[in-house]
T-cell receptor
Framework: RKEVEQDPGPFNVPEGATVAFNCTYS??????FFWYRQDCRKEPKLLMS???SGNEDGRFTAQLNRASQYISLLIRDSKLSDSATYLC????????????FGRGTSLIVHP | EPEVTQTPSHQVTQMGQEVILRCVPI?????FYWYRQILGQKVEFLVS????????KSEIFDDQFSVERPDGSNFTLKIRSTKLEDSAMYFC???????????FGPGTRLTVT
């Protein structure tokens, strides 16, 4: 069973659209959740942490649903520069902190 | 803004050779990590390092791998006898002790021929 699953996409959307990605995780002991973005052949860059109460950063909103073991990322008013792969990262905190990455969801924003 | 740096950006080596990948984590960070990403695949955890010792390692991190913090700034990953399947991007990351947010370096592309 895959530990962190994401729809690989690609999600192909026009500028200005709202797009949402989901990510499911299998380890119920997971405590830390993040979204990273990765441009082609570049390093992952932290987009935002995901908190239990949900959090928003400008056009980006992240939600956590512990009962169903998924996290989501909503991007409003998509820009061309949002085109990238979005990586879901999950880790159990405390004594054994091993971040597990999803394979990523590809987003293409077109004019 | 402080950032993680890695050298070299690209390393080409022959099978069986030893390589050392270098990283300079962000200066006030306490936890250091190495990851690899084979082309087209997901980022995979290799090892974490804290207080001058390995705190966690994955199944990938076998006896051919080692890590070291030789001085107060560098963090290195050594691959003793490279194999073709070691070809990948290797990312270093670091984080403060108070947060689990990790910051990645630009990576070293290792090509084993």
């Amino acid at each position: 069973r895959k530990e962190v699953e994401q729809d690989p996409g690609p999600f192909n959307v026009p500028e200005g659209a709202t797009v949402a990605f989901n990510c499911t995780y299998s380890n119920s002991a997971s405590q830390s959740f993040f979204w990273y973005r990765q441009d082609c052949r570049k390093e992952p860059k932290l987009l935002m942490s995901v908190y239990s109460s949900g959090n928003e950063d400008g056009r980006f909103t992240a939600q956590l649903n512990r009962a169903s073991q998924y996290i989501s990322l909503l991007i409003r008013d998509s820009k061309l520069s949002d085109s990238a792969t979005y990586l879901c990262v999950v880790a159990a905190s405390g004594g054994s902190y091993i971040p597990t990455f999803g394979r990523g969801t590809s987003l293409i924003v077109h004019p | 803004e402080p950032e993680v740096t890695q050298t070299p950006s690209h390393q080409v080596t022959q099978m069986g050779q030893e390589v050392i990948l270098r990283c300079v984590p962000i200066s006030n960070h306490l936890y250091f990590y190495w990851y690899r990403q084979i082309l087209g695949q997901k980022v995979e955890f290799l090892v974490s390092f804290y207080n001058n010792e390995i705190s966690e390692k994955s199944e990938i991190f076998d006896d051919q791998f080692s890590v070291e913090r030789p001085d107060g700034s560098n963090f290195t990953l050594k691959i003793r006898s490279t194999k073709l399947e070691d070809s990948a991007m290797y990312f270093c990351a670091s984080r403060q002790g108070t947060s689990y947010e990790q910051y990645f370096g630009p990576g070293t592309r290792l090509t084993v021929t």
